[in-house]
């Protein structure tokens, strides 16, 4: 099984700034296609997990721009450029490049 | 695109439940489904995938011979039988539509979840 280690596990931020949180695999995410298959979702409060980014990079319709992916193998980064209050919650990366699919441990995000 | 999973409650360890999730705004028939589970205060957990067309299964080893997934593509409702339910099971069940080929299916929306509950 592929473990997904995200860093930090909490992450008090102040409105306006930057914050980046980390995930990474103890396998390469990249498939045999070529494709390196790694998902950022976002959960609110009492919420379903939402997609923001997937393929590492790629962000999902009606996702603002102020969030960004990056990374390649087995280390990969989540950027919010300035941090607003709605973006408050657990930020999750998930692997789709090998069974069983498997997700980090969640980073909570809260407002200093 | 909208998921409704329905069928979760309290039931005591060792019994069985059956979860349904609607789905409406797209094409069932095209796509893989998951199940993923998020015990009380916990992170995700990926439960299981099938493919559009229930040829192909996958599963978490935490479950495998105890939960069996399913799909009615005509009632466009994706399930998830589970038996033998254990204390450990206890999590909200979201179904999620999948993404991608079977190989590298992923998730892109999610229901709202469906609260199980093991319990004596």
């Known amino acids: 099984e592929v473990v997904m280690t995200q860093s930090p596990l909490s992450l008090p931020v102040t409105l306006g700034q930057p914050a980046s949180i980390s995930c990474r695999s103890s396998?390469?995410?990249?498939?045999?296609?070529?494709?390196?298959?790694l998902i950022w979702f976002h959960q609110r409060p009492g919420q379903s997990p939402r997609r923001l980014i997937y393929?590492?990079?790629n962000r999902d319709s009606g996702v603002p721009d102020r969030f960004s992916g990056s990374g390649s193998g087995s280390d990969f980064t989540l950027k919010i450029s300035s941090v607003e209050a709605e973006d408050v919650g657990v930020y999750y990366c998930?692997?789709?490049?090998?069974?069983?699919?498997?997700f980090g441990q969640g980073t909570r995000v809260e407002i200093k | 695109v909208q998921l409704v999973e329905s069928g979760g409650g309290l039931v005591q360890p060792g019994g069985s439940l059956r979860l349904s999730c609607a789905a409406s705004?797209?094409?069932?028939?095209?796509?893989?489904m998951h199940w993923v589970r998020q015990a009380p205060g916990k992170g995700l957990e990926w439960v299981s995938v099938?493919?559009?067309?229930?040829?192909?299964?996958y599963y978490v080893d935490s479950v495998k011979g105890r939960f069996t997934i399913s799909r009615d593509n005509a009632k466009n409702t994706l399930y998830l039988q589970m038996n033998s339910l254990r204390p450990e099971d206890t999590a909200v069940y979201y179904c999620?539509?999948?993404?991608?080929?079977?190989?590298?299916?992923?998730?892109?929306?999610w229901g709202q979840g469906t609260l199980v509950t093991v319990s004596s």
């Open positions: 396998q390469s995410l990249v498939y045999s296609d070529g494709n390196t298959y």
């Open positions: 999620a539509r999948g993404e991608g080929g079977m190989t590298t299916v992923t998730t892109d929306y």
């Open positions: 998930m692997q789709g490049a090998h069974w069983p699919r498997t």
């Open positions: 393929k590492v990079s």
């Open positions: 099938i493919s559009y067309d229930g040829d192909i299964k």
């Open positions: 705004g797209f094409n069932l028939s095209s796509y893989a």
